[in-house]
């Protein structure tokens, strides 16, 4: 019983990095194709405005389903870091070059420093993710069991590609929605137009890539390819359809502040079908939540733990978004109003 609640805590703190970072993400993303420096100028304003109080607040999530899966389940922490460390390494490097890259990007007044940085950050955006969907792909293929040898075979294959395709459509989807709602709140009328369209561009593509990819998965993924066809899987792909729908209609409308929750609703609703999908494995077909649960004397503590945390962690994350969307932790300067 406690190995089974920490494993839907395990998925609901995956649910939240992918909403909370994957809007980091799609900004990055944004800001890859935002073009050169004069045409690019404006949308890359707001994504800094939008992005700076909150882009490492959103790592405590990853934090958290890394101490879950290596107190709670060490089996499986050792067979996904063993075969696919690395995907997981380039993730990592990417999550360190764009980090790195946003935070020098603002201070330096050289273009050509600008110009370094800003790649940095809008490459490893596309990268991060993209490489954090081949693991979870790679999971669900059914290639990754305990032993298996690390080898592009555990994770170059077409459901870990499309995943990762899903992955970059997602980010992309979160960070229009996001951006198109940042640009009202910070006075960028000419904006508003501008990331509704990418928004409703990367909800079409989000849809189009998960349709390919339910349909085009590896061979050895039958077990989870059921599971996304019938039963709670298929019940939370419909619904994750109907709440991208939902925010497709609300980013154009007057309503615009309410598709932030739909598209959060939308990945958040992706990622529970993949853990409905492969239940009751952590690994399908060759480890269950049972089989990879750590000693139960562990589980118990660790469980009480992670609610304590999730009590005085998650209110003051709440907040702290609270007080974004608000505009109170990122006004806009003198200088800001005139540009």
């Given at each position: 019983m406690t190995a089974n609640i920490v494993a839907w805590i395990l998925l609901l703190v995956i649910a939240a990095y992918a909403c909370g970072g994957g809007v980091d993400y799609g900004a990055g993303f944004w800001d890859l194709c935002a073009g050169g420096a004069a045409r690019g100028k404006r949308p890359r304003w707001l994504i800094d405005h939008a992005m700076a109080p909150v882009w490492e607040v959103n790592n405590v999530w990853l934090i958290f389903v890394l101490v879950l899966m290596w107190t709670g389940f060490p089996e499986f922490f050792q067979t996904v870091f063993s075969a696919l460390w690395l995907p997981l390494a380039l993730a990592a490097v990417g999550m360190v070059l764009r980090g790195a890259g946003f935070a020098l990007r603002k201070p330096t007044h050289n273009l050509a420093g600008r110009r370094i940085y800003g790649a940095a950050f809008a490459v490893s955006s596309l990268l991060t993710p993209f490489f954090l969907g081949t693991v979870i792909g790679g999971v669900?293929?059914?290639?990754?069991?305990?032993?298996?040898?690390?080898?592009?075979?555990?994770?170059?294959?077409?459901?870990?590609?499309?995943?990762?395709?899903?992955?970059?459509?997602?980010?992309?989807?979160?960070?229009?929605?996001?951006?198109?709602?940042?640009?009202?709140?910070?006075?960028?009328?000419?904006?508003?137009?501008?990331?509704?369209?990418?928004?409703?561009?990367?909800?079409?593509?989000?849809?189009?890539?998960?349709?390919?990819?339910?349909?085009?998965?590896?061979?050895?993924?039958?077990?989870?390819?059921?599971?996304?066809?019938?039963?709670?899987?298929?019940?939370?792909?419909?619904?994750?359809?109907?709440?991208?729908?939902?925010?497709?209609?609300?980013?154009?409308?007057?309503?615009?502040?309410?598709?932030?929750?739909?598209?959060?609703?939308?990945?958040?609703?992706?990622?529970?079908?993949?853990?409905?999908?492969?239940?009751?494995?952590?690994?399908?077909?060759?480890?269950?939540?049972?089989?990879?649960?750590?000693?139960?004397?562990?589980?118990?503590?660790?469980?009480?733990?992670?609610?304590?945390?999730?009590?005085?962690?998650?209110?003051?994350?709440?907040?702290?978004?609270?007080?974004?969307?608000?505009?109170?932790?990122?006004?806009?300067?003198?200088?800001?109003?005139?540009?």
């Open positions: 669900a293929s059914g290639r990754v069991t305990p032993g298996t040898v690390a080898s592009a075979h555990a994770w170059a294959n077409t459901t870990s590609i499309m995943a990762g395709l899903v992955a970059v459509a997602a980010t992309a989807f979160l960070g229009a929605v996001f951006l198109s709602v940042d640009a009202r709140r910070f006075g960028a009328t000419d904006l508003i137009g501008y990331f509704r369209l990418r928004a409703r561009i990367a909800g079409f593509a989000l849809l189009v890539v998960g349709v390919i990819g339910v349909t085009l998965t590896d061979p050895q993924a039958a077990y989870v390819h059921h599971g996304l066809t019938h039963g709670a899987g298929l019940a939370a792909l419909i619904a994750a359809v109907a709440a991208l729908v939902l925010t497709i209609w609300l980013v154009s409308g007057p309503a615009s502040g309410w598709a932030r929750y739909s598209s959060v609703a939308t990945v958040a609703l992706l990622v529970a079908a993949w853990g409905l999908a492969q239940r009751p494995y952590l690994v399908p077909t060759s480890l269950t939540v049972q089989e990879a649960a750590g000693a139960s004397e562990p589980l118990h503590w660790m469980l009480f733990v992670t609610a304590v945390a999730l009590v005085l962690i998650g209110p003051a994350l709440v907040l702290l978004y609270r007080l974004d969307t608000r505009g109170v932790l990122e006004p806009l300067t003198e200088e800001d109003v005139a540009e």
